[in-house]
């Protein structure tokens, strides 16, 4: 099998910022992950949509299904670690068929440093599965682009909650 | 103080006391009793009843007013969910709507389950939490009147999120149970506030 190779050349968090913004989206919350740093970063400057900080990712699980409540688009920005801390909180967006896209960088999958990001990173995928969320999954910046436009859609459109999981050797390996 | 005597007030009657002039509110309810407290005062199109999702009543409150900034939102919720909340509180307190009210009716016990005491009979401080997340205001009632004027104060528009604790007797009235289907409350919500269901 022949694997992926990242393109350096794309830069995409402006695009998936790019993406996000044509999907309507006004609410981002996030627990931070250097991965998303950029996105967040832009988000956090841009006046139209509303960033908030978390201490646990759940939380944002609550508030885009309020944000839903009210006519608004969220979307949860975290780190695969973060999953874990979600599960229970799914249930609100699965039993009221909430949207839901979440971007989840993954950690402990390539070349990573520290063993404590394996396990969780390896229940990742069957957790979110297990609750019921779709699991979509990018290994490259111009399939990480397509895959969320298409997520954005089933998400806000056909009222289903997505994982978009962010291959790790996309992210690039975290420098010690 | 919370360690004081046990509080006398009937859960009920608070609840109806806070809601009578809630106008245009929207409230969220927190899973167990506060969701049978919000039913019992009448069952209606803005209002959105959690059964489950522990620790999420006060942030879905916050993600819909940060939605609906010109409404005023209140999330009604007990002592064991909030609990399961604390770090929300932190999340609020940053994020500073000036529409969202929590209210936690609190009986100091995990009543859907048992009436095991809960922390906050055992000296755990919700709106001191809540004052410590910069919260523009916080309060503790345990009176009928106390509520009636509480009610009155947060009709006034705020500066910030504001945690009150209702102190209640420790008992399960009868349950008046709303609709357990998500899909629907949720689609009757958004409805009530103009949005076609998908």
Known sequence: ?176 | MSMSNPSQLDRRAAVAALLKNRADTLVVSGLGSPTYDLHATGDRDDNFYLWGAMGGAALIGLGLAQAQPSKRVLALTGDGEQLMGLGGIATIGVARPCNLDIVVIDNQHFGETGMQASHTGRGVDLTAIAAACRFAATATVRTLEEVQRLAADIAEPPHGPRLFVIKVRAENPPRSLPSRDAVFIKNRFRAHLGFAAA
């Open chain 1, 1 to 176: 099998m022949h694997s992926p190779t990242p393109n350096p050349e794309i830069d995409w968090p402006s695009e998936l910022y790019r993406v996000l913004k044509a999907a309507d989206v006004r609410q981002m919350s996030y627990v931070p992950d250097a991965g998303h740093s950029q996105l967040i970063r832009m988000f956090s400057a841009d006046k139209d949509v509303i960033t908030n900080v978390l201490t646990t990712e759940e939380e944002g699980i609550a508030i885009a299904a309020g944000g839903w409540l009210g006519g608004q688009r969220s979307v949860l920005l975290m780190q695969s670690s973060g999953v874990g801390n979600c599960i229970n909180m799914l249930s609100l967006s699965v039993i009221g068929r909430f949207p839901l896209l979440m971007l989840v960088t993954m950690r402990g999958e390539w070349a990573e440093f520290n063993p404590w990001q394996v396990p969780m990173s390896r229940a990742t995928q069957p957790s979110l599965e297990a609750i019921g969320v779709k699991v979509m999954r990018a290994e490259t910046a111009e399939d990480l682009i397509e895959t969320v436009e298409a997520a954005a859609a089933l998400a806000y459109d056909s009222d289903q909650q997505i994982a978009v999981l962010i291959g790790q050797r996309l992210i690039g390996k975290k420098k010690w």
